[in-house]
């Protein structure tokens, strides 16, 4: 390698680490802002084809079984893991490799960094950032705002985000006035939102309401006080 090729070289990983690093600051910028204000928007939301309803609800004006209902539909172990489940991740990326599609394992973190910060798919890059991103939100934001931001910005509808725009939209009520039927009900819509309706439940899904309301029984009223104070 010539003298002119190692400065090219040289200067071509200077400029990459230096723009690695402003990329980096950057999103610590953002995540930071977003740990004390509403994101204005998302990443999902921006990508709607359809129009976007959506309102911004604080986490303490919900009853306590609003959230409760979607952790026991979609991440039991919220309060125990560090936004990334590794084991499940395993078996995931296992089954990837044996040809299956990517799927599975996303905690409520990683949900929350996929609908806020990325795009659809199941590529292994997208789930790598998606992972890295669910870290440092469990390491900036802390439970409670990955929980309120989580209830705020995931889809229920054709272009409906959040918990207070799909109880409007299928209840005509705020969703400080959800019963425990009702949030079980939206919960079950996830992670297809688009082809379900909280009113007109298939036997599966109706199944599935069951089953969700079980379990947040067993958790109990209070499992998510610890997070949630």
């Known amino acids: 390698m010539s003298q002119h090729e190692r400065s090219f070289l040289g200067w071509t990983w200077h400029v990459l680490w230096r723009f690695v690093l402003v990329v980096l600051l950057m999103l610590l910028a953002l995540l930071l802002t977003l740990r004390f204000i509403p994101p204005p928007t998302s990443a999902y939301m921006l990508q709607s084809p359809y129009p976007v309803n959506q309102s911004w609800v604080s986490i303490d004006t919900l009853p306590s079984h609003v959230p409760l209902a979607l952790v026991a539909s979609e991440d039991q172990r919220f309060p125990q893991h560090v936004g990334v489940d590794f084991a499940e991740i395993s078996k995931a990326l296992q089954k990837f490799d044996d040809g299956d599609g990517l799927r599975g394992a996303s905690t409520i973190t990683q949900q929350t960094a996929k609908n806020l910060l990325l795009w659809p798919g199941r ?26 931001v989580y209830v705020n910005i995931a889809e229920f509808g054709k272009g409906i985000y959040g918990v207070e725009a799909a109880s409007q939209h299928y209840f005509n009520k705020p969703a400080s006035r959800l019963s425990q039927n009702e ?21 599966y899904l109706q199944q599935r309401v069951v089953w969700v309301e079980r379990q947040m029984r067993q958790l109990g009223p209070d499992y998510l006080r610890p997070v949630l104070n």
């Open 123 to 148: 590529s292994l890059v997208r789930k790598g950032l998606e992972a890295t991103l669910a870290l440092s939100l469990e390491a900036i934001w802390g439970k409670k705002r990955i929980l309120e």
């Open 183 to 203: 949030a079980a009900r939206l919960a079950v819509l996830l992670p297809s939102p688009r082809k379900r309706n909280p009113r007109d439940l298939t036997p």
